[in-house]
């Protein structure tokens, strides 16, 4: 088992600077891929950053040359650095890890309990 949790999440201004951690406790060395999820109130859960043990990135769309994603291996630690943030990024939050691959939501093996962003115009 893994257990994820997350932190730093807040509210901002629009064009504000966030950056959320997330500690990885249990067996973290059976962990493949970690991300960072999101979702807003009736949408459905999507993916926004993830990092292999390898160090290989993978961000969706939006947020490309605005959020980074960051693995610190020795501490078992995952961050999410998030500058220039916009009204439609506001949604909770979730550090996910994945024993297998960097999936979709559906891939995902172990959730933490999530952190709000919130952004304001």
């Known amino acids: 088992q893994v257990q994820l949790v997350e932190s730093g999440g807040g509210s901002v201004q629009s064009g504000g600077s966030l950056r959320l951690s997330c500690g990885a406790y249990?067996?973290?060395?059976?962990?493949?891929?970690m991300g960072w999820f999101r979702q807003a109130p009736g949408k459905e859960r999507e993916m926004v950053a993830n990092?292999?043990?390898?160090?290989?990135?993978d961000y969706a769309e939006f947020v490309k040359g605005r959020f980074t994603i960051s693995l610190d291996n020795a501490r078992d630690a995952l961050f999410l650095q998030m500058n220039s943030l916009k009204p439609e990024d506001t949604a909770m939050y979730y550090c996910?890890?994945?024993?297998?691959?960097?999936?979709?939501?559906?891939?995902?093996?172990?959730w933490g309990q999530g952190t709000q962003v919130t952004v304001s115009s």
């Open positions: 249990g067996y973290t060395y059976s962990v493949y891929c």
């Open positions: 996910a890890a994945d024993q297998v691959r960097c999936g979709g939501p559906a891939d995902v093996d172990y």
């Open positions: 990092i292999d043990k390898d160090g290989n990135t």
